[in-house]
């Protein structure tokens, strides 16, 4: 009788502990890496991003653009996994834009790909008036 006891509470107690959900990853630069691009208008780019939430970033990215350094507050929100290696994120220039992408529509401006050990290439694209510069960088991964 008591081992029928038992075995009943372990299943009950098994039964109310959940196994935990798995987190999605999504793909982000390291920060304060400098990331040399080779195609496009952007000669290097260092990101300084904050985790707000697990599909929201914000913080600075100094840029060299044709030798000349710059740089821009900046958003990365509403995180779509592409493909299993492949981020795209919604990118925003702060504080009044422009706003790039809708990501789930594949109408991304700001993508991150792990292309193998460690390393991600970035990629965005021109968007809206501003003429935001264009640009193919190659870093490691952040956390």
């Known amino acids: ?5 038992r075995a009943a509470l372990a299943v009950a107690l098994l039964a109310g502990v959940a196994a935990p959900a798995e987190a999605t990853q999504f793909w982000v630069p390291k920060n304060n ?7 496009g208008e952007i000669d290097s780019v260092t990101f300084h991003l904050d985790k ?7 913080g600075t990215v100094d840029l060299v653009v044709g030798g000349s350094p710059d740089n821009a507050k900046v958003s990365l929100a509403k995180a779509y ?4 290696s492949s981020t ?10 422009p706003q ?8 991304y401006q700001f993508r991150v790909t792990h292309i193998g050990g460690g390393t991600v290439r970035v990629d965005w694209s021109q968007c809206g008036d ?10 490691p991964a952040g956390p």
């Open 1 to 5: 009788m008591k081992r029928i006891a």
């Open 33 to 39: 890496v400098s990331f040399p691009c080779i195609y």
């Open 52 to 58: 707000v939430a697990d599909n929201f970033r914000r």
């Open 81 to 84: 996994n592409v493909t299993t």
């Open 88 to 97: 795209a994120w919604e990118f925003t220039i702060n504080p009044y834009g």
């Open 100 to 107: 790039c992408g809708n990501p789930e529509a594949g109408n």
């Open 130 to 139: 501003e003429g935001i510069a264009w640009g193919q960088c190659f870093g």
